[in-house]
């Protein structure tokens, strides 16, 4: 295992094994039927500097969004706001059509205005979360999207006017699941109110852990837990802490183990690690290999939960 690890990192994956790398992971099934293996791709950082305007290097995204479903990985993340829409435009030039690929999930969200670099304004009025839909099927080149996420709840409007607009549209066949972003408990059991809810994506790693309420209530009720900024380590990766010292007897990255540890954390844990460089992406997609024991996931639960948020 170790010498493997090793070699996807640092040398590639073999045409012999390079589907067999995501897969590794295990797997997820969104809502019934949408199964996927649970080490994921987020496809915000194929942009341009604060996720505006088009990325530097178009054709490099192109090659990380096929090297990515080359080894294994039939998950993708985006949203209409990365860009803006920039990313599933990428995703449709790489990809399309998606069914040439055999099981390949595109999820998108809506519910956030972009007026500039790093700027984020939620906006749930349901007539424009209806239009953003409809736009992001234009762009990716569907009928349905698999999993459409509401970016972010909208104080302005009542969060059941929010997702029941998400229910028509659903009822439409223009969406078949539906998924939440950056939401707490209570949240999340008002909109089961309304409708079936497959996914929740918050801020989740190693050392920020906030989310752990809502983890513990998806891991319960089976639904996906979608960390995103998944790397985070901060000082827990020092040359001497315990990150280092268990990534080195696995032959790995202290990124790697840092998805490791979300992989082993929950069964409903499905990391979308992101990048626009082909090398990095083959470093995260091998952390699917990694087999942490007990005892490791322990330590590193422990020395995460001591690190200042």
């Known amino acids: 295992m170790r010498g493997r690890i090793w070699r996807v990192?640092?040398?590639?994956?073999?045409?012999?094994?390079?589907?067999?790398?995501?897969?590794?992971?295990?797997?997820?099934?969104?809502?019934?039927?949408?199964?996927?293996?649970?080490?994921?791709?987020?496809?915000?950082?194929?942009?341009?500097?604060?996720?505006?305007?088009?990325?530097?290097?178009?054709?490099?995204?192109?090659?990380?969004?096929?090297?990515?479903?080359?080894?294994?990985?039939?998950?993708?993340?985006?949203?209409?706001?990365?860009?803006?829409?920039?990313?599933?435009?990428?995703?449709?030039?790489?990809?399309?059509?998606?069914?040439?690929?055999?099981?390949?999930?595109?999820?998108?969200?809506?519910?956030?205005?972009?007026?500039?670099?790093?700027?984020?304004?939620?906006?749930?009025?349901?007539s424009y979360l209806r239009q953003e839909c409809e736009m992001?099927?234009?762009?990716?080149?569907?009928?349905?999207?698999?999993?459409?996420?509401?970016?972010?709840?909208?104080?302005?409007?009542?969060?059941?006017?929010?997702?029941?607009?998400l229910l028509t549209l659903k009822n439409e066949g223009k969406i078949r699941h539906i998924g939440l972003s950056e939401i707490d408990v209570d949240q999340l059991n008002a909109a089961l109110r309304v409708t079936e809810i497959v996914s929740v994506q918050n801020m989740y790693n190693l050392t920020a852990r906030g989310a752990e309420p809502l983890l513990d209530a998806a891991t319960k009720q089976g639904i996906g837990f979608i960390p995103w900024f998944p790397l985070a380590a901060g000082p827990?990766?020092?040359?001497?802490?315990?990150?280092?010292?268990?990534?080195?007897?696995?032959?790995?990255?202290?990124?790697?183990?840092?998805?490791?540890?979300?992989?082993?954390?929950?069964?409903?844990m499905v990391p979308i690690p992101g990048t626009s460089k082909v090398a990095h992406l083959e470093e995260n997609v091998a952390a699917a290999q990694i087999e942490l024991s007990d005892d490791e996931f322990e330590t590193l639960s422990a020395a995460g939960a001591q690190q200042p948020v």
């Open 9 to 126: 990192r640092s040398k590639g994956v073999t045409a012999e094994n390079s589907k067999t790398v995501a897969g590794a992971s295990g797997t997820f099934t969104f809502g019934g039927d949408l199964t996927v293996n649970r080490l994921g791709f987020g496809a915000m950082r194929l942009t341009a500097k604060g996720v505006w305007g088009p990325p530097a290097d178009r054709d490099e995204c192109v090659r990380v969004l096929r090297r990515a479903v080359e080894l294994g990985v039939n998950f993708i993340d985006t949203a209409d706001s990365y860009g803006p829409y920039v990313s599933e435009e990428i995703i449709r030039e790489a990809l399309h059509p998606y069914s040439s690929h055999g099981g390949l999930v595109i999820a998108t969200k809506a519910g956030l205005l972009r007026t500039g670099p790093d700027v984020w304004i939620p906006l749930g009025n349901p």
């Open 136 to 165: 992001s099927l234009r762009r990716l080149g569907v009928d349905t999207i698999d999993l459409f996420q509401l970016h972010r709840i909208d104080s302005n409007f009542p969060l059941e006017d929010q997702v029941g607009e």
């Open 236 to 268: 827990l990766a020092a040359a001497d802490g315990p990150l280092q010292r268990i990534a080195a007897d696995h032959d790995a990255s202290p990124s790697q183990l840092a998805l490791a540890w979300l992989l082993k954390r929950s069964p409903v």
